[in-house]
């Protein structure tokens, strides 16, 4: 199994910035391949966004989704067995609960149905 534990949320105004932290552990984090952001907005239907993933073996950054290219990066600190959301340009759409998730596949990284854990998700709200 594999535990995610996502901190870093808050409230920020519209073109602040905010960095993500989701640290990962578990018996089986040797099988993971990928780790993403997904995020939900408020008020939406139960389906997360996919935000941005991440090579979980060499850090090599996977994709992105067009939403917030140039805007987020995402990093993993090796020792720390922990992935970074860098966020800048915030924008009051940016609002949501961002969560983590892992995969044990390289393929369709941005389809939710590909990941086999998730983390409980912290709340980023972007006031205008």
């Known amino acids: 199994q594999v535990q995610l534990v996502e901190s870093g949320g808050g409230l920020v105004q519209a073109g602040g910035s905010l960095t993500l932290s989701c640290e990962a552990s578990?018996?089986?984090?040797?099988?993971?391949?990928?780790l993403a952001w997904f995020r939900q907005p408020p008020g939406a239907a139960p389906s997360r966004e996919f935000v941005?993933?991440?090579?979980?073996?060499?850090?090599?950054?996977?994709s992105y989704s067009d939403s917030v290219k140039g805007r987020f990066t995402i990093s993993k600190d090796n020792a720390k067995n922990t992935v970074y959301l860098q966020m800048t340009s915030l924008k009051p759409d940016d609002t949501a609960v961002y969560s983590c998730?892992?995969?044990?596949?390289?393929?369709?990284?941005?389809?939710?149905?590909?990941?086999?854990?998730w983390g409980r998700g912290t709340q980023v709200t972007v006031s205008s």
């Open positions: 941005a993933a991440v090579n979980w073996r060499d850090g090599v950054e996977l």
């Open positions: 998730a892992a995969a044990s596949t390289l393929l369709r990284v941005q389809r939710r149905e590909m990941y086999n854990y």
């Open positions: 578990g018996r089986t984090l040797s099988r993971t391949a990928v």
